[in-house]
């Protein structure tokens, strides 16, 4: 009974939580946490009072504030969820470490590594929490990839491809997802930043040596290919890519092949991660193991039922794992700026022409 108690007291706990931007993932994170027991939304924030008016009226939550500030000042705000454009996710989290609450930030990091070096620097000082929304880790099948490659299943993983590729995806025309002064880049740090933090987290390798990448702007600068995601704002900017391919040299000698695209007239809209090894390959979302039995090749259907929601075991990470139970987060900070100093470097390459050193 003694040593019950304290277990008991954990499991009691309900962590107030602050959503930061209430656009379309905002809702997301809201309604995940309503899910969740051991989590309370105690407030919101969003710069546009229609979108507050709709978490209100939707998610029945009555403080809701415009200025940020005002939400990290309250105490029973335990935790803040920063889903806000990419260029704000630097200095609003760092605002709300320093305010001594622990921050679930969307992805991408930041708009470069310097801002995401920071913001685990702030962390660490702070003694608070903070865990990166690359929403692929918490699929049941990411999870089940990963062990098999841990495992030794494939050998050495010596290539990997993996691609994010839409027909006609451009989420927010004209808005801040398509001004690169806001977003950083298009399609690549938006959806290629997906495939890439799940390939290298399966192969549990994010040292890249450097990168040959190019962009395109092919459908976006003549407003076409606009997607469902993001709100659209007429005549507004359209200065990043909407096609991005890279090849990236891994410190290892494995090269790894990634393709982004918000718009193209590829064969099919598809989410994949191919791994090569020498002893098998992997095929997702096909969840194939290819490998050799008996002198043949084989194919193996691996199954691997995806039960939940990968955006609450998110949220269900976040607040219980990382808060209540003081785990580490599973986006670990030297990944995480690995991650973004690739994806710096992929634009660094796309723009200058050529190879590019990932430092
Ligand atoms: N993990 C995922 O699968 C996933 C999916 C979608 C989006 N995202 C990321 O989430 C972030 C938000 O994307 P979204 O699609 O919800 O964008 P969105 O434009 O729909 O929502 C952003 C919201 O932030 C609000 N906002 C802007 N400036 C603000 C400020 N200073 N203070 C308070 N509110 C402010 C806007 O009014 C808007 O409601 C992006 O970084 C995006 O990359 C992640």
Same mark, same amino acid.
């Given at each position: ?18 959503v930061?931007?209430c ?20 407030a919101v924030c ?7 008016? +709709?978490v209100?009226?939707? /998610?029945?939550i009555?403080?809701?504030? &415009? ?12 935790? &803040? ?21 622990? &921050? ?5 990091? @930041?708009?470069? @590594? ?29 999870? =089940?990839?990963?062990?098999? =490659? ?6 050495? &993983? ?50 890249? +040596? ?45 090269? =790894? ?13 598809? /989410? ?6 020498? @002893? ?74 050529? +190879?590019?050193? =990932?430092?």
């Amino acid at each position: 009974m003694f040593l019950l108690k304290p277990f008991i007291m954990i499991y009691m706990k309900t962590v107030g939580v602050g959503v930061i931007g209430c656009g379309s993932i905002g809702k997301y994170h809201i309604d995940r946490c309503l899910k969740l027991s051991e989590a309370k939304v105690v407030a919101v924030c969003d710069i546009d009072k229609e979108a507050l008016k +709709e978490v209100k009226e939707k /998610f029945k939550i009555e403080n809701l504030y &415009v200025d940020y500030h005002d939400l990290l000042d309250k105490k029973d705000v335990e935790a &803040v969820v920063v889903s806000l454009p990419n260029y704000l996710h630097a200095p609003v989290t760092i605002d709300a470490l320093k305010a001594g609450k622990h &921050v679930l930030c969307e992805k991408p990091p @930041a708009l470069n @590594a310097k801002q995401v070096e920071e913001m685990f620097v702030t962390s660490k000082k702070a003694g608070r929490k903070l865990v990166i929304g690359l929403t692929r880790r918490f699929s049941n099948a990411t999870r =089940v990839l990963k062990k098999y =490659v841990g495992d030794g299943a494939l050998g050495e &993983v010596y290539l990997a491809k993996c691609g994010y590729l839409r027909r006609t995806g451009i989420p927010g025309m004209g808005s801040w997802f398509t001004t690169k002064a806001l977003a950083g880049s298009g399609a690549v740090f938006d959806i290629g930043v997906h495939a890439l933090d799940m390939t290298f987290w399966i192969m549990n390798d994010f040292k890249a +040596e450097s990168v040959y990448a190019s962009t395109y702007a092919k459908f976006g600068p003549r407003g076409k290919a606009a997607g469902d995601w993001g709100k659209p704002v007429p005549g507004g900017p359209f200065n990043v890519e909407d096609l991005g391919i890279t090849l990236i040299k891994m410190k290892s000698g494995a090269t =790894v092949y990634l393709e982004a695209a918000w718009a193209s007239f590829a064969p099919k809209a598809e /989410f994949y991660v191919h791994l090569l090894g020498d @002893a098998g390959g992997l095929d997702y979302p096909a969840m194939n193991l290819i490998t050799e039995e008996n002198g043949r090749i084989v194919t193996r259907k691996i199954e691997c039922e995806e039960k939940e929601d990968p955006y609450l075991v998110e949220m269900r990470h976040f607040i219980v794992d990382c808060i209540l139970k003081d785990e580490e987060p599973i986006t670990k900070p030297e990944e995480i700026i690995l991650l973004q100093k690739t994806l710096d470097a992929i634009l660094e390459s796309a723009e200058k022409g050529g +190879e590019v050193k =990932v430092h």
